[in-house]
């Protein structure tokens, strides 16, 4: 082809030729994605938010991020911050036009609904009404919406009704009826053309009733309206409405805005004066009378004057009513029989009027109640005894709501208070629930006999025919008196075999004091005091005890006691037993009832007490008295100083290990039986020491007082024994205390032997009981036992009892001889005169006066120092024979420790018993110091550094001699050298 | 060559009046010098305490704060603290400088009957009719007590500390000397309440007055009595001490045997003589008055 080669030249090229490469250009290094820049047509920046991946476009022109553009609110976390979470409100999301007047969110202040003038109601009916012109419901639209929508008038309406204004009346002060006629006749002049003569008509209606001084409400006045005239109708014209032109189906042919409401629903219910109006078609004065029209009365419309009263006051319409409370059509009706429809208005559409009126239902009155009726029945359950507990199956029987006939109803003041409980539900009160009670068992047994003789006197009257009934009563009569003469005798005369002593006597009623304070219905064991908790198998025999008591068991004890326990054992627990039983016995009376236990038991079996406590006050107030300071009166313990207060001391801490702050403490038994004893024991002691001045009574029974007492476990017979007073049990319990104050108190055989020591301090004893109650008891027990049995012959004892002057404190001063060795007594020159009567004070201090007034001590003490000698010997031979007979039936029966009183002192004061304990404590003595007795003597003269051990041997050995020859004129009496003892010191 | 040392004096008993104050603060319930002798402290039912000049007989300065009756002073080895004690069962610690209350400690149950400070003012103790001393650390801000001492079945009516040492006597009769450094606590059984108690100048014996108008000398360590003086029935209506701090006697024991005849002080005003052993001696007058020759003696009546 010529053209190919032409084509050659001048060759159409498609698109933008590349740039030709030129060889020496460097090759351009690819722009990197973060300098790639896109720019509009105005050249500004592009943004692609992800374009190219899907994105989009972000504010206006893309300005979200940019530096004129919105800036999204910072990101923040809402992990940690979760409640401080910021919500988001449309708002933050609109434009300020959104906020200005016309915008979706204006910012303006506005009335509310609630608020907003009647106005606007008005205009939203006119645009109710005109779009009701093409709803689906034909008539008037407000009506339904009225009906449907909830009653919600404006603040301004509330505010009107409060103030008693009504719909549809007018606003303003209350008128005469002339002025308002005239008002709406001024209203008639002036108005626009008003189609409907409705309330033209109304007005007509009330005319002259009113009468003077009646005051009406002035009518409501509609307010202009100010809509603007747009088509180009005439004045009040409006324009055909086609659906109403065609169809005729419309209802309300003319809507008339001007009407009030109640014309227009008047209107909608289908008064008879619509029917006029009921014109299919076009219809209307200014088109003249149509072929389809059957009335043609009024279709050039004259206003007439027959339509106007012209005599003021006419005549009554004739339904007697005066238009007073009736609506005008009321008036013009004619057909009586629909009189109550059209009362109550006019009748719906779709309705009929019934043609024949329905029965009145007959109500007939309620029924007269019975006065007793209950208006709820209930349905007495099917109890079941044997599932159901009898206390609910008894509240079941007898709870109110059904009428029992076994159990006709109570009042609540016929029940009794055990019924009300158990109505109740409610558990038994702890105590005695009558007077009756209260009353002792022997007291209700009595009165139990009399009850019952005579309800058997009563029946024997009723039958005493049958045999059987006469053998009963026999029968029971007979039991009746036999249980009253054993309760009578029980107190009174002892069992057989106590007969034999009156310790038995006492055991016996206090045994009986126990069952009748047990045997009441009180209290049960579980919840009385438990004083053997310590030993679980003891305090279970003890449980047994009380439980035979609460039975009435008469061999409550014997029965309940371990039979595998020793005589002697058994014995004492017996005795223990009923002391406890008695101690703690249930409160018989409703106090028992008023209080209830501790919630908190805190450690109730032990009591911290200082470890060391102080010795015999009495003791102390002796030595005072005396003017002896330094060892009666001086008492050492041990004391821990806080480590602070050490340090701000700056002093070492001399206890550097312990953790204790104070005194040593340690715990002991709070209930223990053996604390009472120690306690009352002291007591005695006291007494006794208190007494100083009072005169002797016996010489031999002072130095082993105390063991006797613990043979004799009898409260009555120790506090027989306390009874007697001397100095001379004073000046042993000084000795006492000085022993123990210089710690010279040697544990184990000692004190056991010597039984005074093991007595006399209570320290001691009360340790032993505390480890073990029983065991040291019995140990003890024992030794002497084996002592009883190898008791010396008896012209031994004559031999000991012979020098007994000399030995009646060895025991004492035995202890203190170490110590006054070592501390050897400065007065060495009076150490000759054997029985001198000289405080340490003047020894120490004042030698010299002393010596000069030896003489004369001595002199004073010798006085009763011959007797003394002389007679001693061949007394004490005389009364240890005696005793011993006596003694030894006694001493078999008691043993172990003495329990605390039942809340009695005895005062009984036997001289038999005294007799009897003096002649124990030769025993012991006998047995104890018949080896030491020659050394003993020997010792004696040397140790003259506490005189008074002297006086005390002075005084026990006048008192010897004073007991057996009962001669108490010529011995000197303690107090009395007491007295010249401070007559001495004074003068000196 | 040096002359000998001229022999120094044997201190006197006070016997002359050397100035009289009035305190105006209602009954003075204690006077108390401080620890060098240069000041005096008044305790006053008026509620204060007063601080007065020795020399010039001015007053420097009123401590308010006790609630109630303030019935002892004590004053600490450095001049700058006070401790008080009064019938509002508080112990106060002042600020002598500032007059403030340092610590007001509270734990007694009853009103306080005495209270001192120990050799170092680290720790101050407190006894009360409540029947217990408590010691209460000065150091710390702890208002607890370090140790309370329940020894006593009555009240404390007074103590005494020294340096390892304390010393109550209780109305319940009993000495009580609680030597720390031991750990040991020695209780004197007198019989009669114990009204003042106090050490001998040179620490080995205790000196005890109680409501039997008697005072006696007990070797501290042994508990016996060296000696006793049983006063006229003055003492009894005053139950306050008579005995103080040494009465600048070297050996007490031998001033005590010495002056078995006590001495007795004739107040100027016309008001009735009384025996003195040589001490401080206060009393529920109207005014302190000081009655010394030397420094550390005076009374108050």
Redesign the interface.
């Known amino acids: 082809m010529a053209s190919d080669e032409d084509s050659d030249e001048d060759f159409v090229t498609y698109g933008i030729p590349l740039e030709p490469l030129e060889e020496d250009e460097p090759i351009r290094k690819p722009v990197p994605v973060h300098e790639q820049t896109v720019k509009d047509e105005k050249g500004r920046f592009k943004r692609f938010h992800g374009a190219f991946t899907g994105g989009f476009s972000a504010g206006y022109f893309n300005t979200v991020g940019s530096k004129e553009g919105w800036a999204p609110s910072t990101f923040v976390s809402t992990r940690q911050q979760k409640a401080g979470r910021q919500n988001a409100r449309p708002e933050d999301f609109m434009d300020e036009e959104d906020f200005s007047e016309h915008g979706i969110a204006p910012q303006e202040i506005i009335t509310t609904d609630d608020f907003a003038s009647e106005r606007k109601d008005q205009l939203k009916d006119k645009a109710r009404v005109v779009n009701s012109l093409a709803a689906l419901i034909p008539g008037d639209p407000g009506l339904l919406e009225e009906l449907i929508a909830p009653a919600r008038s404006s603040i301004g309406v509330e505010l009107l009704r409060k103030m008693g204004w009504k719909d549809g009346q007018g606003v303003g002060p209350r008128l005469k009826r002339k002025q308002r006629k005239q008002n709406t006749d001024v209203a008639k002049l002036y108005g626009c053309a008003l189609p409907l003569n409705g309330s033209e008509e109304s007005e007509e209606d009330d005319d002259e009733f009113a009468p003077e001084n009646v005051t009406f409400a002035p009518k409501d006045v509609v307010p202009v309206d100010f809509t603007p005239k747009v088509d180009s109708h005439g004045l009040g014209y409006r324009g055909l409405n086609p659906l109403q032109a065609l169809g005729g189906g419309s209802e309300s042919a003319h809507i008339n805005l001007f009407t009030v409401q109640s014309d227009r629903t008047s209107s909608l219910f289908g008064g008879r004066n619509s029917g006029q109006q009921r014109r299919g078609g076009i219809a209307g004065q200014a088109f003249g009378v149509g072929a389809m029209e059957n009335e043609d009365a009024d279709i050039y419309h004259k206003d007439s004057m027959s339509n106007y009263d012209t005599v003021l006051g006419g005549e009554e319409p004739g339904d007697g009513l005066y238009g007073w409370t009736a609506p005008h059509q009321y008036s013009r009706k004619k057909n009586d029989s629909k009189r109550d429809v059209v009362y109550s208005g006019r009748i719906l559409d779709g309705f009929t009027l019934a043609s024949e009126i329905t029965e009145i239902k007959i109500v007939y009155p309620p029924p007269d109640l019975p006065r007793d009726f209950r208006p709820v029945h209930y349905f007495r359950p099917v109890v079941d005894s044997s599932t159901v507990s009898p206390i609910i199956a008894q509240a079941l029987q007898t709870s109110r709501g059904h009428l029992s006939q076994e159990a006709p109803q109570q009042g609540r003041h016929s029940l009794d208070s055990s019924q009300r409980r158990d109505m109740l539900g409610e558990t038994p009160l702890q105590g005695p629930s009558s007077v009756f009670e209260l009353l002792g068992s022997k007291d209700r047994e009595r009165l139990n006999e009399i009850r019952s003789a005579a309800k058997e006197q009563k029946k024997s009257v009723v039958n005493l025919s049958s045999a059987e009934d006469r053998a009963a009563l026999v029968a029971s009569a007979k039991a009746a008196a036999l249980q009253a003469l054993s309760s009578r005798f029980q107190s009174n005369t002892p069992q057989p075999d106590s007969l034999t002593s009156p310790a038995k006597t006492q055991a016996s009623s206090e045994t009986q004091m126990a069952l009748n304070a047990w045997s009441g219905p009180t209290a049960d064991a579980s919840k009385t005091f438990k004083p053997f908790a310590k030993i679980p198998q003891k305090q279970a025999r003890y449980d047994l005890y009380i439980n035979k008591l609460k039975k009435g068991d008469k061999d409550a004890l014997e029965s309940s006691l371990d039979s595998s326990m020793t005589e002697w054992e058994r014995g004492r627990e017996s005795d223990e037993f009923v002391r406890a039983a008695l101690l703690y016995k249930p409160s018989n009376s409703s106090l028992s009832s008023r209080f209830t236990r501790g919630k908190h038991e805190d450690d109730t079996d032990s009591v911290e007490v200082?470890r060391d406590q102080?010795n015999d006050?009495d003791d102390?107030?002796a030595?005072?008295?005396m003017?002896m300071?330094?060892?009666l009166?001086?008492?050492?313990?041990?004391?821990?100083?806080?480590k602070?207060?050490?340090k701000?001391?700056?002093?070492?801490d001399?206890?550097p290990g312990s953790s204790t702050?104070?005194?040593p403490k340690i715990k002991r038994d709070k209930y223990s039986v053996f604390n009472f004893l120690t306690v009352t024991d002291s007591s005695q002691v006291s007494r006794e020491a208190q007494s100083a001045s009072k005169p002797p009574s016996s010489s031999t029974t002072l130095p082993h007082l105390t063991p006797e007492v613990n043979k004799k476990s009898r409260w009555d017979i120790a506090g027989q024994v306390s009874e007697p007073k001397d100095p001379l049990s004073a000046f042993l319990s000084e000795t006492r205390s000085e022993v123990s104050a210089a710690k010279q108190i040697e544990p184990g055989d000692k004190n056991q032997t010597d039984s005074s020591h093991a007595s006399a301090n209570p320290e001691v004893k009360v340790a032993q009981s505390d480890e073990k109650q029983t065991e040291p008891k019995t140990e003890e027990e024992e030794k002497e036992e084996d002592e009883e049995e190898v008791r010396p012959p008896m012209d031994l004892f004559k031999a000991i009892f012979a020098s007994s002057s000399d030995e009646k404190s060895s025991s004492s001063e035995e202890d203190s001889e170490e110590e006054e060795e070592v501390a050897p007594s400065t007065s060495e020159p009076i150490q000759s005169s054997a029985e001198t009567l000289n405080p340490p004070?003047s020894a120490?201090?004042t030698p010299a006066p002393d010596i000069s007034k030896v003489p004369d001590l001595k002199h004073l003490t010798v006085q009763s120092k011959p007797s003394a000698e002389t007679t001693t010997a061949q007394n004490t031979q005389s009364s240890s024979q005696s005793a011993p007979d006596k003694s030894q039936g006694l001493d078999e029966e008691e043993f172990g420790p003495r329990l605390p009183p039942p809340g009695f002192i005895p005062s009984a004061h036997s001289p038999q018993l005294k007799k009897q304990k003096k002649k124990d404590k030769e025993k012991h003595k006998a047995k104890k110091h018949k080896k030491e007795k020659k050394k003993k003597k020997n010792k004696k003269h040397k140790h003259k550094g506490k005189q008074k051990k002297r006086v005390e041997e002075s005084n026990s050995s006048s008192e010897d001699t004073d007991s057996n020859s009962e001669d108490e004129s010529r011995v000197v009496s303690t107090s009395e050298l007491l007295q010249r003892l401070k007559n001495i010191s004074n003068k000196r | 060559m040096a002359f000998p040392q001229p022999r120094p004096q044997a201190p006197q008993l006070p016997q002359h009046l050397l100035r009289t104050v009035e305190c105006q603060q209602g009954a003075v319930r204690a006077v108390r010098f401080n620890a060098d002798g240069n000041y005096v402290l008044t305790c006053g039912g008026d509620k204060s305490l007063k601080l007065w000049s020795v020399s010039r007989g001015t007053l420097l300065k009123t401590y308010t704060g006790h609630g109630y009756e303030v019935l002892d002073v004590d004053c600490s080895y450095d001049n700058s603290q006070l401790c008080s004690c009064s019938s509002d069962k508080t112990v106060i610690l002042w600020d002598v400088g500032s007059g403030q209350v340092t610590r007001k400690l509270r734990g007694h149950a009853g009103k306080v009957n005495c209270v001192q400070f120990n050799e170092e003012a680290t720790v101050m103790l407190s006894g009360s009719i409540d029947g217990t001393v408590r010691c209460w650390d000065t150091r710390s801000r702890q208002m607890k007590p370090i140790q309370i001492l329940d020894e006593a079945q009555d009240g404390i009516s007074s103590l005494k500390v020294s340096e390892h040492e304390l010393l109550t006597g209780s109305v319940d009769g009993r000495v009580r000397r609680y030597d720390l450094r031991m750990g040991q606590l020695n209780v004197d059984f007198i019989g009669s309440p114990i009204t003042c108690v106090c050490f001998s100048r040179d620490g080995q014996c205790t000196l005890s007055s109680s409501l039997d108008s008697t005072v006696r000398l007990l070797d501290k360590s042994s508990g016996e009595m060296l000696g006793e003086h049983t006063h006229s029935e003055l003492f009894r209506r005053w139950p306050c001490l008579l005995l103080g701090s040494g009465g600048g006697l070297p050996d007490f024991k031998d001033a005590c045997w010495e002056s078995c005849c006590p001495i007795t002080v004739l107040p100027p005003n016309g008001a009735p003589p009384f025996d003195c052993y040589g001490g401080v001696c206060s009393g529920v007058g109207g005014g302190a008055r000081g009655c010394s020759c030397g420094r550390q003696l005076s009374s108050a009546c």
């Not at chain 1, 009166?633 to 806080?642: G, I, L, S, Y």
């Open positions: 200082t102080e006050m102390k107030q030595a005072v008295k003017k300071f330094g060892k009166t001086r008492e050492t313990f041990d004391w821990h100083p806080d602070l207060l050490c701000r001391f700056n002093i070492p001399p206890y702050v104070g005194m004070i120490q201090l």
